[in-house]
């Protein structure tokens, strides 16, 4: 998984990290973990965030290019 997609959606949304941890019901220790790859990302807040973000989960996972 590319964990630097993860930060860069965020910023690109101008959205904080509590932002994102709120969107997937979580803390914000949490959520800063999966961005930094410290945990890994579970499979039902990558759907969440693909579709906040109006992407696919290939290009979060980092096996697209195509956003």
Known sequence: ?????????????????????????CKREVYRRYE????ELPVWALIELAKYYHTTTDYILGLSDKR
């Open 1 to 25: 998984m590319d964990f630097q997609r993860l930060e860069d959606l965020r910023v690109d949304a101008d959205k904080t990290q509590q932002e994102i941890a709120d969107v997937l019901h």
């Open 36 to 39: 930094k790859g410290i945990h």
